[in-house]
């Protein structure tokens, strides 16, 4: 199947727009190479003794005799976070694997890990957003030392993958694998623990009950079900080809996760630069894997967090997304999947239904995805059309073919039959901005809201209004001064069940927000991450009580219908701050909110990378920005 002209267009026009900052990337990557031999060999006799003075006696060996690869284990092991807790036991089953090829495996580093869940509505919410940068700043920090020729990462949760994935890839001269640690068994249904929590937002359930179904449908260990950031995380690592095909939904504390674990273990060491197979993932994440996660994160209606973190991703390779390709790439991308919050199933129905490999083909054979990019196998994304088996006598891995039909079109469909023949993300943009608005399971109805503005500073006043029952209207909630540079921009779920209920009401109710609802505003139509902020010079802080905003998804609408006299003869709003700045830890990141980017460009910390003006000594070689050759082109072809 030809490539889809869009898809074309798209990719071609993000190749354009990063060809300098790629070409810097890729200059970058080059010169911290070590080629034919590990990257310790550069490495002073004190700086290696220091590397391998607690090692056991047999993998000092190998360290000392500088000839076989080290794999780095970078974590983020935590045993309160559920979907973090069973990398406990990885690092013992890696290094058990890489023994048995001739290498070894040193625990280089662990990142932070914290949960959206736990922090939702609390202070610690507001730094949620900047742990990814952190996270990203943890693992360069793991992999300074310069001991490592591959890179084995455990991480699961909504910062926590993409803050891997940037740290890895100002590490991209190391090949990288990701290792997930899979979704926890099922529990109570996304469906009934709404209803709890709308009943609960209603008075009409207890605390005890509330707390009851959230403990049945948060039970045991892996990542929550639903598709939010987590799992989004993962399906978008298989289809950027980081993890092996069919791990990302994988129970843990099973033999098929432990053998897959062990299985990644080796492949790290395999495509180390010491062998025949060397693949770096600063050669995996280029514009087309990029693309290709864009669309994969369409097509299965994943979290609209992503439009901050795949752009922050690409930014850190070298590539230039907006929203404008996520919005033009939406309006041809079919929706394959209904997981909640687009349906009632799971991730581990999905997964039973055909999962990812599933998804993948069928992109793949609707010339929805690119076919010609690198992977850890290899062997192009063809490769990863599979999903994984315990071996006959149940002591490694074996792939077969993806389905070729799903098991349930309830919840996974092919191309041919979509559920929507788009991929239900759109971006809207008017006076107010230019926003996201997620619409896969908002009803055609809704999409459009024309209300008068009921303007809010926090979540909490709204909140109090809507205990008070001052929301029982038609309005449009602006919820302004939520964005990275305010206070970190936080996730503001706790206005789901509120606006769901006054929806369910019969009222025509919209939020637009400065912050993030990753895919939890569900069927309430939400304009998300305006962007520019208020701090930024953005128009959300002009809009008044009883404007008159249209907020309309078919359209791509986000304005406020006020005359432009008086819109432009309004001062711009005001804001006390401090208390987001102290307490909790928030004045530790006050740096990250002076210098953090526009929702639009990832809400980084980072730059892009550029040519460097003058002259930098690396292993002895000179990185002079652009003039260093290397592109993906002369690696593929001197790979070929």
């Known amino acids: 199947m030809p490539l889809h002209p869009v898809l074309e267009k798209v990719t071609a026009r993000v190749i354009q727009r990063s060809r300098v900052s790629r070409g810097a990337y890729l200059a970058h990557l080059e010169a911290a190479r070590v080629k034919g031999r590990p990257q310790r060999g550069t490495l002073a006799c004190t700086n290696l003794a220091h590397g391998f003075a607690a090692f056991p006696a047999n993998d000092k060996l190998i360290l000392k005799e500088v000839k076989k690869p080290s794999v780095a284990i970078i974590s983020a092991y935590n045993d309160m976070l559920s979907a973090h807790q069973p990398f406990e036991v990885f690092p013992a089953i890696i290094k058990d694997a890489v023994r048995k090829v001739g290498a070894v495996a040193q625990f280089a580093g662990a990142t932070p890990a914290m949960c959206d869940g736990v922090t939702q509505g609390q202070p610690g919410m507001e730094l949620s957003l900047f742990s990814r940068d952190a996270i990203a700043m943890s693992t360069a920090i793991g992999l300074s030392h310069n001991m490592f020729d591959s890179v084995l990462y455990l991480g699961v949760c909504d910062k926590i993958v993409p803050g891997l994935l940037i740290g890895a890839l100002h590490f991209g001269h190391l090949p990288a694998v990701f290792v997930p640690a899979g979704p926890m068994t099922s529990g109570l249904s996304n469906k009934e623990k709404a209803a709890i929590r709308q009943r609960y937002a209603q008075g009409k359930a207890t605390r005890e ?19 939010g950031t987590a799992n989004s995380n993962q399906l978008l690592m298989e289809i950027m080809g980081l993890h092996l095909p069919g791990a990302a939904f994988i129970n843990p504390n099973t033999p098929l996760r432990d053998a897959l674990t062990a299985a990644a273990a080796q492949h790290a060491a395999r495509i180390t630069e010491m062998g025949n197979e060397y693949m770096p993932v600063g050669h995996i994440v280029d514009e087309k894997a990029i693309i290709n996660a864009v669309v994969g994160l369409l097509a299965t209606g994943g979290s609209t967090n992503h439009t901050l973190h795949l752009v922050a991703i690409a930014k850190a390779a070298g590539v230039v997304i907006d929203w404008d390709d996520f919005n033009e790439l939406s309006s041809v991308v079919p929706l394959l999947c209904r997981i909640y919050p687009n349906g009632d199933a799971d991730v581990n129905h999905f997964h039973a239904a055909g999962g990812t490999g599933f998804v993948i083909r069928e992109l793949l054979d609707a ?22 088996f315990l071996n006959d006598d149940a002591t490694g891995v074996i792939f077969k073919d993806a389905p070729l039909k799903s098991a349930d079109e309830k919840v996974l469909r092919g191309a041919a039959d979509p559920f929507s023949k788009d991929g239900g993300m759109v971006l809207v943009q008017g006076n107010l901005g230019r926003a996201i608005m997620k619409v896969s399971a908002v009803k055609e109805e809704h999409r459009t809201v024309e209300a008068p503005a009921l303007v809010f500073d926090s979540q909490e006043a709204f909140m109090d209004a809507y205990k008070a029952g001052e929301l029982d209207r038609d309005f449009v909630a602006v919820i302004r001064f939520q964005g990275p540079r305010a206070n970190g921009m936080p996730e503001l779920h706790s206005l789901t069940p509120a606006l769901a209920n006054l929806q369910d009401a019969g009222r025509k109710v919209a939020l637009v927000t400065d912050g993030r609802m990753s895919g939890a505003s569900g069927k309430v139509p939400a304009a998300i991450h305006v962007s520019p902020e208020i701090l930024a010079g953005g128009p959300l802080g002009l809009v008044r009580d009883g404007d008159i905003i249209r907020v309309c998804a078919s359209t791509g609408t986000l304005e406020a219908l006020v005359s432009s006299e008086v819109w432009h003869g309004r001062s711009m709003a005001q804001a006390d701050l401090s208390p987001n700045q102290i307490g909790m830890g928030r004045e530790l990141f006050s740096m990250f909110r002076s210098t953090v980017s526009e929702a639009e460009q990832g809400a980084t910390t980072f730059p892009l990378p550029s040519p460097i003006p003058t002259t930098v000594l690396l292993h002895g070689k000179e990185d002079v920005g652009m003039t260093v050759p290397g592109s993906d082109e002369d690696f593929l072809a001197k790979k070929a």
């Open 209 to 227: 009950e509330l707390l009851e179904g959230e403990a049945q449908s948060y039970h045991g260990a892996g990542t929550c079900t639903f598709y």
């Open 367 to 388: 010339g929805l995805l690119h076919e010609d990019v690198n992977t850890i196998l290899g062997k192009g994304l063809r490769a990863h059309c599979a999903e994984p």
